[in-house]
């Protein structure tokens, strides 16, 4: 049974996209690491990635080895991610502040043979080290403290050869796993695959409309796959120059942005208000209508009035929803952005998924009523692919609590505004289902259904259609 909604089309690896950035943009600085002021061009930072490839591929990485990562924001981590795809290893980040069974359980459950650390982590690797009994090679990135883990100068892993690789992944490929933040448990490791950060980054780029000679600033970890997507590849897929600043500073700020000459900035949580009711500075000042776009969340429309009236940003918030499960089931382009109303977490993305929002009931909830998101894919690697070490069974690819999804035609037609109500998310995928909770329609090789519950969500009424 075949569903017209299934489109197979269009899909993309990360590097398609850098390859085709490359191409076009050798002279254009890709990054620039404020801390230091040193800077990259694409060409430059494709033969220094070509360099790293080469020697993953020498010291035995092969296709789907999970290489996991400990590292800071500088030059290496990006190299490895790059370098990740030119051999098709599979990138596992993990977050630097993790420690003990923190630690442990992403490293372990990775079943990663390769970690690249900085020497000032590699203390906690010790004390877990016999809990990884896949783990065969430490890289040490730095100078090693006395009684830490022995491994081996992750200087030396690259090669003299900055001759391309040749191994092109296909789009359905693992990429990357990302764990979760374990506010549920322990955490999850979330499969992604080459085109689900690919369209990520794409769809970042409709959001944003970049400007030629544009430059992007973050202060985000680059484990964290915010600063990964809307940051490096957005910049990646857009040929303009991503600026990096190791960690935030309130009283710094100002100055990154004044130093790099951003004018979209991607900011989070508490880093919004801080800003936002800093006093005023030389630096800030002659900033104002520097910045057109402050990406970030929580931005309620109080803040976003200040970002506006004190700072000049034109495009204030992230107008965006979405888990690393999911990726964005909502979003609006850069000229809808201008017209959304506070709050707003933009418009359903009817091209990459299928949504409804539903009643407690599993009926699909009129404008001006909250609800619970549904949503399945309608392309291949849209969505995350599961959670690693969790294999999926037939019976276990369907989690709609008694659901019987139907989609209407009008859903499929229909823009309008979602709205979170709520805070807390709890994502459950693959549990066990009855024989009856079906699509109507089934979608071939879709193994995921998701449900967020406790994220309540308000559906607006649009001030036009969109068809």
């Not at 990259?40 to 220094?48: I, K, M, R």
């Not at 290893?89 to 003990?100: D, E, F």
Request: proline fraction near 6%; glycine fraction near 8%; hydrophobic fraction near 40%.
């Amino acid at each position: 049974m075949t569903n017209s909604a299934w489109r197979t089309e269009q899909r993309h690896t990360i590097l398609e996209l850098w390859k085709e950035a490359v191409a076009t943009s050798p002279d254009t600085v890709f990054l620039h690491f404020l801390n230091d002021n040193e800077k990259y061009t694409y060409a430059e930072f494709d033969a220094l990635s070509n360099r790293l490839a080469q020697g993953l591929l020498s010291s035995g990485i092969a296709s789907g080895d999970r290489i996991a990562t400990l590292l800071d924001s500088h030059a290496d981590s990006v190299a490895l991610l790059i370098a990740a795809s030119k051999v098709n290893a599979v990138y596992v980040p993990v977050n630097t502040a993790n420690k003990g069974e923190f630690l442990r359980n992403p490293l372990a459950n990775s079943g990663a043979r390769v970690l690249v650390s900085e020497a000032q982590y590699l203390e906690r690797v010790a004390a877990i080290r016999e809990g990884l009994p896949d783990l065969q090679t430490i890289y040490i990135r730095g100078e090693s403290s006395a009684g830490a883990t022995a491994g081996e100068l992750f200087a030396q892993l690259y090669s003299d050869n900055s001759a391309d690789t040749d191994i092109c992944p296909d789009p359905g490929d693992i990429a990357g796993i990302i764990y979760t933040g374990g506010t549920t448990g322990p955490s999850k490791g979330c499969i992604l695959s080459q085109n689900y950060i690919a369209n990520q980054a794409l769809r970042t780029r409709e959001m944003c409309d970049p400007r030629p000679g544009e430059v992007n600033w973050t202060c985000l970890p680059l484990f964290h796959l915010n600063a990964i997507v809307v940051t490096l590849l957005y910049s990646v897929v857009s040929g303009t120059t991503a600026a990096i600043t190791p960690r935030f500073s309130l009283s710094g700020f100002w100055a990154d942005i004044e130093k790099s000459g951003a004018s979209v900035a991607s900011v989070l949580g508490s880093m919004i208000p801080l800003i936002a009711n800093m006093p005023d500075s030389e630096d800030m000042l002659r900033c104002k209508g520097q910045l057109r776009m402050a990406r970030g969340a929580p931005f309620p429309g109080e803040l976003q009035e200040i970002w506006r009236d004190r700072f000049g940003a034109e495009i204030v918030g992230a107008h965006v929803y979405g888990l690393t499960e999911s990726s964005f089931i909502s979003m609006l382009s850069y000229s809808e952005a201008t017209d959304a109303p506070p709050g707003s977490s933009g418009k359903l993305n009817h091209r990459d998924f299928e949504v409804m929002i539903v009643n407690d009931s599993f009926e699909e909830v009129p404008a001006g009523q909250t609800g619970e998101i549904v949503v399945r894919p309608k392309r291949p690697n849209v969505m995350f692919e599961g959670y690693w070490g969790r294999p999926r069974k037939p019976s276990m690819f369907l989690r709609v609590c008694g659901f019987t999804p139907v989609i209407s035609a009008s859903l499929m037609r229909m823009s309008f505004y979602i709205s979170s109500t709520g805070r807390r998310i709890i994502c459950a995928v693959g549990e066990r289902t009855s024989p009856v909770m079906k699509w109507r329609q089934p979608l071939p090789c879709i193994p995921l259904l998701m449900r967020w519950r406790y994220m309540r969500f308000r559906r607006r009424s649009p001030k036009t259609t969109s068809r």
